[in-house]
């Protein structure tokens, strides 16, 4: 018989547009949700122009910051101001944050020294399908 996923090691990921589509509703549904354990994150930020005060009433744990951020972060100003912005922010409102897209050292070097909490990309792994991961095959 198959055990129940405890809840706590559960975690959604939901887009900033489709939270935007009616913030109420999902406001609500994400408390339910977290009333229960299950972790929330927002995926793809910084990419629907959400508005910042929304990410005050949302209970969620994390953010992910999209990868069109991350790709000149070490060359573009204008990049790297948004991403530090993000950390800071997030951090302050007891947030964690992942940054996805790294695909290269430099990148990885300059999210560590900025605080992201978590990196995901290419430069470490690209995705497995779940019966390879699962036997334990080399990915």
Do not use: W
């Amino acid at each position: 018989m198959v055990q129940p996923l405890p809840p706590e090691l559960l975690e959604l990921e939901v887009t900033e547009g489709v939270l935007l589509s009616g913030i109420d509703k999902a406001i609500s549904m994400l408390k339910s949700l977290r009333d229960l354990g299950v972790q929330v994150a927002i995926d793809d930020f910084g990419t629907g122009f959400s508005s910042l005060s929304y990410l005050r009433q949302l209970p969620i744990t994390k953010v992910k910051l999209d990868r069109s951020f991350i790709i000149d972060v070490t060359t573009d100003r204008g990049s790297a101001a948004i991403v530090q912005g993000v950390i800071t922010m997030a951090h302050h409102l007891g947030l964690l944050v992942v940054a996805e897209g790294i695909e290269t050292v430099e990148q990885q070097n300059y999210l560590t020294a900025s605080d992201c909490d978590l990196l995901q990309g290419f430069l470490y792994s690209r995705p497995v399908p779940l019966g390879q991961f699962a036997l334990g095959l080399e990915y």
